[in-house]
């Protein structure tokens, strides 16, 4: 994978709290972006001459639950022209789960808000249209949040047969 | 029911469809149809909601999700090779393609080492798979436009590579034959006539369905500048594989991020110049003749030596060697009731499947179980990108436009 050599480049063009940290795994460069500024950042790393990150390959929220903050936001994204890509993490709180959303700037990042925003319940500000998109409308609950149970059907034996029948989710008389 | 029910149940609907349609039709001016779920040409459960001036789409509002079956929060509760298996279910389509990236994420994060024969197995299996999966879309897609023999042909020639699939690991489909380190065991020695076999005898049939369809005037007609979409947008909405090369943007992730050795190989990518519907047919054409090359360029050059990772942290020791080493024992059963612990950390891997950019993106905390594991799927991106490749086409060209994308459902909503 081809390496990511720009780093200072694109610390210098940026305000000095945008960045708060940079973290290399595995070949990987990591940004971590302050909340505030996502929205400028991807901008910038997307008009920038020599970064042009002009193709958003995805946006994925990870549950750090239960650390604080505790919600993490990785966003991918990839430069057709130059062949190379970053990694722009934000962290959103746990008690307040919003996040500026990065529509305007890349609409590929549309479904994946309302992906996050279903399952993980993080409420992206500026979104067009902010809906549920896998769960029903009605649901109650985020299903990738690590306090949602995974849930599971007990398995019934003969010494079990008529108490799990009970509990069996089927209409009753 | 009563009519002040029914009028009830109408408010309902006109207030669950305000900000979804337009103001005309909620004043009776446009009308608006449901499409799906239960329909044949939206391959699988896809619903959308159109809304129709005459028989032109005004806006068409996609809505996914009734195959949701959580597999990226089943995959948090199991181990990572138990996950494997989880992976083939996603893009049922292209289930070694899954099983690759899913590997080489874990591959990545652990730092693991692939033997060379290995990395060609999967190469080679990875473009069957793309020909299975490029026969299925063109099947459904010319069935869809109403070419109905396209589809027995290309079935035909689809349960070939199923059959392979079925020597090497014993499934149809579901193979999960792709593992972390390698690949699950060494190919049988009827796995090569087999292949050639195959390889020698399909591009006759390519050349049969060109002949049924790339001159074929309703075909021309139903597809050429039917969906087009420009460079810009292609790239703006996030699409990728055909879609994007049909658009004439010459990316594909084997040339530009080369994994599991495709550098070795000899291929040449196929791009389209106007980005409609029909370019994206030839492109997927071109593709398979392409993925033939690689497949015979790989059994030729196929490697001797061991088909997985002799790494005994996160590589099962083979059956022969538990009756007289310890050690392998305890590895053995260290490995199967415990897992491996990959270090802490994230990494994003992405791939070339048949749809377009698969990604994996795994993160683990340092246990057993990866923490969490998303995957950024062509299929839902690119139907994201739908109302506008739609938009101001007749209603009868959606199916075609739906058909040329190539989702498949499992893969969107996973």
């Known amino acids: 994978m081809a390496e990511f050599e720009c780093i200072e480049e694109l610390q210098a063009g940026l305000p000095p709290d945008a960045i ?5 795994f595995r070949g990987e460069v990591t940004f971590v972006v302050n909340p505030e500024q996502i929205v400028e950042v991807c901008r910038y790393c997307r008009d920038t001459k020599g970064l042009e990150f002009d193709f958003f390959s995805g946006l994925t929220g990870i549950d750090y639950y239960p650390s604080e903050p505790r919600f993490g936001l990785a966003y991918h994204l990839y430069s057709l022209i130059h062949n190379h890509s970053i990694r722009l993490k934000v962290y959103v709180s746990g008690d307040e789960p919003v996040a500026h959303s990065v529509v305007p ?3 590929a990042a549309n479904w994946f808000e309302r992906e996050i925003f279903d399952l993980l319940g ?6 067009p249209d902010l809906r549920r998109i896998m769960m029903p409308d009605d649901w109650n609950g985020h299903p990738l949040r690590k306090d949602y149970p995974l849930g599971y059907e007990t398995v019934q034996f003969s010494f079990n047969r008529d108490e ?5 989710p089927y209409a009753k008389e | 029911m009563t009519i002040s029910e ?9 207030e669950e469809l305000k900000g979804l349609v337009s103001e005309r039709a909620l004043a009776g001016d446009t009308m608006v149809l449901n499409m799906g779920p239960q329909h044949p040409s939206t391959h699988g459960v896809l619903r959308v909601l159109l809304e129709l001036d005459g028989e032109t789409i005004v806006s068409c509002v996609p809505d996914v999700g009734y195959l949701h079956t959580g597999i990226e929060k089943n995959m948090e509760a199991k181990k990572y090779e138990q996950a494997l298996v989880m992976t083939d279910r996603t893009d049922y389509l292209n289930n070694l393609g899954n099983n690759l990236v899913y590997c080489l994420a874990i591959e990545k994060l652990a730092n693991l080492d692939v033997p060379p024969r290995a990395q060609y197995l999967r190469v080679l299996l990875a473009e069957l798979t793309r020909i299975n999966s490029h026969l299925v879309w063109l099947g459904t897609h010319a069935l869809d436009i109403g070419a109905m023999s396209v589809f027995l042909y290309c079935f035909r020639e689809r349960e070939k590579i199923l059959d392979i699939f079925e020597m090497i690991s014993g499934q149809r489909m579901m193979t999960s034959y792709i593992r972390p380190g390698g690949v699950w065991r060494d190919v049988p020695p009827e796995f090569e006539p087999a292949v050639r076999a195959f390889i020698d005898d399909f591009p006759a049939k390519i ?14 007609d139903r597809t050429e500048g039917v969906g087009f979409i420009t460079a810009e947008d292609a790239i703006r909405y996030g699409c990728s ?3 994007l090369r049909a658009s004439g943007v010459n990316w594909d992730i084997r040339k530009a991020l080369p994994y599991s050795s495709y550098e070795d190989f000899d291929f040449d990518v196929p791009l389209g110049q106007h980005g409609d519907v029909y370019d994206r047919y030839l492109c997927r054409i071109e593709e398979m003749r392409q993925s033939l090359r690689i497949v015979r360029q790989a059994l030729d050059n196929l490697p001797d030596g061991p088909s997985r990772s002799n790494n005994r942290k996160y590589v099962p020791p083979p059956r022969s060697e538990l009756g007289h080493s310890m050690e392998a024992v305890i590895h053995h059963f260290k490995l199967w009731t415990e897992g491996y612990r990959p270090p802490k950390g994230e990494v994003y891997v992405r791939v070339e499947s048949p749809r377009g950019e698969l990604g994996c993106f795994l993160a683990s905390d340092g246990t057993p179980k990866p923490w969490r594991v998303h995957f950024r799927t062509p299929s839902f991106v690119q ?6 490749l739609s938009d101001g086409h007749l209603i009868a060209d959606l199916v075609g436009i739906i058909g040329s994308i190539d989702i498949v459902l499992g893969d969107c909503d996973r």
């Open chain 1, 20 to 24: 708060q940290n940079v973290e290399t």
């Open chain 1, 105 to 107: 700037v890349y609409t």
């Open chain 1, 122 to 127: 993080i409420t992206f500000t500026d979104h």
């Open chain 1, 164 to 168: 799990v029948t009970l509990h069996k």
């Open chain 2, 6 to 14: 029914h009028q009830e149940d109408w408010q309902q609907d006109l």
């Open chain 2, 207 to 220: 050349d049969d369905y060109e002949n049924l369809l790339t001159n074929n005037p309703l075909w021309l």
């Open chain 2, 241 to 243: 594989g055909p879609v």
């Open chain 2, 383 to 388: 139907l994201s990108a739908l109302p506008k």
